[in-house]
């Protein structure tokens, strides 16, 4: 493999925690992204003449270190810092209650007085280490849209001179909720091929389920890090169900059950149970619910549309998301009321919309129920518009009957 090849497969893989490392001795974020950027440079300019090294991690934060180390020194943290997020990760105590550097940075990115609409953005970049256009695609935002919204975001927070510490154990039941969005919106981007990803890299989706775990046991007692959990095996376990032996994309309704992981659906209703035996109700125990119906589905022979219909109404009432009011007109028309979901698909305000694919997906299998092939053309012409995953927009392509599956539902 050559160096600029590896050097993109670490940045892919494993980026986020190499940040993660660097800021964790007190740097700031935007400090320790600029010395990683640093480091790949010297990669690129040095790795072709002198071999890629056999630890190229190591090597990086190795010379990420020297670039801070060689800053400080010259009495230039301060002009680094501007627009960065300045942090100081509390005492060794406090430190060892995460057992995860990027765990831990996430928590200290959901500090109440950020921005709400902003913290998970935030995290999603300076921690799990997606660019501004794969952020946008998942907030269904234009990239420079997003990219700006970050910009001011990071200057805010350092013009304010916003010192975080690692929260007390207190304070964590206060942030979780940012926390879990954003793992899940990492999860998301792995899963859906956001912006262009291949739907078979699991690199994101593998971090996710992965972070989410260490949530779960960070915090016994909260019964949301089991429900996302939950949800993300649920998801996890079609995957190998989502593409034929040709590589074609098989919706939800027509994959081969056989094909699911057995054991990681277990596992997803066993958290589930648990999480739900303390009686609070919360949006991903109700979104892992809804893929505990629909891997029933091969069991019993159908789908349970009714169970499904209340679980979404409890959602939409709960956390009425672009993403959960397209889903339930979605289940919506799966059972068999075309005219009432394309009235709800009506009947959402956000502008996010109009860049959002399953919504058109949705909206184009509603107008085609319907018996109005025109405006149905329109829709899915929007949709295959929106469409980067090539499987995907294969499929759509190729879609000749009415169907709500081109978008392969995960929650």
């Given at each position: 493999m050559?160096?600029?090849?590896?050097a993109?497969?670490?940045?892919?893989r494993?980026?986020g925690?190499?940040?993660?490392?660097?800021?964790?001795?007190?740097?700031?974020?935007?400090?320790?992204?600029?010395a990683?950027?640093d480091?790949?440079?010297?990669?690129?300019a040095?790795?072709?003449?002198?071999g890629i090294?056999?630890n190229p991690?190591?090597?990086?934060v190795?010379?990420?270190?020297?670039?801070?180390?060689n800053?400080?020194?010259s009495?230039?943290?301060?002009e680094?810092a501007?627009?960065?997020?300045?942090?100081?990760?509390?005492?060794?105590?406090?430190?060892?209650?995460?057992?995860?550097?990027?765990l831990?940075?996430?928590?200290?990115?959901?500090?109440?007085d950020?921005?709400?609409?902003?913290?998970?953005p935030?995290?999603l970049?300076?921690v799990?280490?997606?660019d501004?256009?794969r952020?946008?695609s998942a907030?269904?935002?234009?990239?420079?849209?997003?990219?700006?919204?970050?910009?001011?975001?990071?200057?805010r927070?350092?013009?304010?001179?916003?010192?975080f510490?690692?929260?007390?154990?207190?304070?964590?039941d206060?942030?979780v909720?940012?926390?879990?969005?954003?793992i899940?919106?990492a999860y998301?981007?792995?899963?859906?091929?956001?912006?262009?990803?291949?739907g078979?890299?699991?690199?994101?989706s593998?971090?996710?389920?992965?972070?989410?775990r260490?949530?779960?046991?960070?915090?016994?007692?909260?019964p949301?890090?089991?429900?996302?959990?939950?949800?993300?095996?649920?998801c996890?376990?079609?995957?190998?169900?989502r593409?034929?032996?040709?590589?074609?994309f098989v919706?939800?309704a027509?994959q081969?059950?056989?094909?699911?992981?057995?054991?990681?659906?277990?596992?997803?209703?066993a958290?589930?149970?648990?999480a739900?035996?303390?009686?609070r109700?919360?949006r991903?125990?109700?979104?892992a619910?809804?893929?505990?119906v629909?891997v029933?589905?091969?069991?019993?022979?159908?789908?349970?549309?009714?169970a499904i219909?209340?679980?979404?109404?409890?959602?939409?009432?709960?956390?009425?998301t672009?993403?959960n009011?397209?889903?339930?007109a979605?289940?919506t028309?799966?059972?068999?009321?075309?005219?009432?979901?394309?009235?709800?698909?009506?009947?959402?305000e956000?502008?996010?919309?109009?860049?959002?694919?399953p919504?058109?997906?949705?909206r184009?299998?509603?107008?085609?129920a319907?018996?109005?092939p025109?405006?149905a053309?329109?829709?899915?012409?929007?949709?295959?518009?929106l469409?980067?995953h090539?499987?995907l927009?294969a499929?759509?392509l190729?879609?000749?009957?009415?169907?709500?599956?081109g978008?392969d539902?995960?929650?």
């Open positions: 050559d160096a600029g090849q590896t993109q497969d670490v940045a892919r494993s980026y925690r190499l940040v993660a490392m660097l800021a964790a001795r007190g740097t700031g974020l935007a400090a320790a992204e600029d990683l950027a480091a790949f440079a010297a990669a690129l040095t790795w072709p003449a002198r090294p056999a991690e190591a090597w990086l190795t010379t990420a270190r020297n670039r801070l180390a800053t400080r020194r009495r230039r943290v301060s680094a501007t627009g960065e997020i300045l942090m100081r990760l509390g005492d060794a105590q406090a430190a060892s209650d995460f057992p995860d550097e990027r831990k940075l996430l928590f200290v990115c959901a500090h109440p950020i921005d709400p609409s902003i913290r998970t935030l995290m970049q300076t799990l280490g997606l501004a256009a952020i946008a907030f269904a935002v234009q990239p420079a849209a997003m990219g700006q919204r970050l910009v001011r975001a990071k200057a927070i350092g013009a304010s001179g916003l010192r510490e690692v929260p007390d154990v207190a304070d964590l206060l942030r909720a940012d926390v879990l969005e954003a899940y919106g998301g981007t792995g899963w859906d091929a956001i912006a262009g990803a291949d078979d890299e699991k690199g994101l593998g971090e996710a389920i992965y972070l989410g260490l949530v779960a046991a960070l915090l016994p007692d909260h949301e890090p089991k429900g996302l959990l939950s949800l993300m095996l649920f996890e376990a079609r995957r190998p169900a593409f034929d032996a040709a590589g074609a919706p939800l027509a081969d059950a056989r094909r699911w992981t057995r054991d990681l659906i277990i596992e997803a209703d958290l589930l149970t648990l739900s035996k303390a009686g109700f919360g991903f125990q109700c979104e619910a809804i893929q505990s629909h029933q589905r091969p069991i019993v022979g159908h789908l349970n549309h009714e219909g209340l679980l979404y109404r409890m959602l939409v009432a709960h956390a009425p672009l993403g009011r397209v889903g339930q979605a289940a028309l799966d059972a068999g009321d075309p005219a009432r979901a394309l009235d709800q698909l009506d009947a959402i956000s502008d996010g919309k109009e860049r959002y694919q919504y058109w997906v949705t184009r299998a509603c107008l085609e319907l018996g109005r025109d405006e053309g329109q829709a899915l012409e929007r949709a295959i518009g469409t980067e090539p499987r927009r499929y759509l190729a879609s000749a009957r009415p169907t709500t599956e978008v539902r995960a929650g």
